[in-house]
Nanobody, 123 residues
Framework: QVQLVESGGGLVQAGGSLRLSCAAS????????LGWFRQAPGKEREFVAA????????DYADSVKGRFTISRDNAKNTVYLAMNSLKPEDTAVYYC????????????????WGQGTQVTVSS
């Protein structure tokens, strides 16, 4: 089992920045690919970003490419999502997820999920 706890969400004005963190405990963190997803009210959960176990490869949804950066610190068992130039349409609950596979864009790949952290961007 892997336990994931997100933090860092909040209310920010459009154009602002936030950094989300996701702390992991349980099984060896370094063996897991990690992803960030988000879900806005009335919408399906969508892929935001993913990173391989080594951090050597990342992937982003087109809607956040160039504005968001995913990174991980295996020594701290933590994955981050730095979000810049935030837009009102980025408002959602953000979830981190872990998988012992290579990961990917589909939430079906991910075995473990955090409880989510709310990000609200005001216009």
């Amino acid at each position: 089992q892997v336990q994931l706890v997100e933090s860092g969400g909040g209310l920010v004005q459009a154009g602002g920045s936030l950094r989300l963190s996701c702390a992991a405990s349980g099984r060896t963190f370094v063996n897991y690919a990690l992803g960030w997803f988000r879900q806005a009210p009335g919408k399906e959960r969508e892929f935001v970003a993913a990173i391989t176990w080594s951090g050597g490869s990342t992937d982003y949804a087109d809607s956040v490419k160039g504005r968001f950066t995913i990174s991980r610190d295996n020594a701290k068992n933590t994955v981050y999502l730095a979000m810049n130039s935030l837009k009102p349409e980025d408002t959602a609950v953000y979830y981190c997820a872990a998988t012992p596979t290579t990961g990917g864009r589909s939430f079906y790949f991910y075995h473990y999920w955090g409880q989510g952290t709310q990000v609200t961007v005001s216009s």
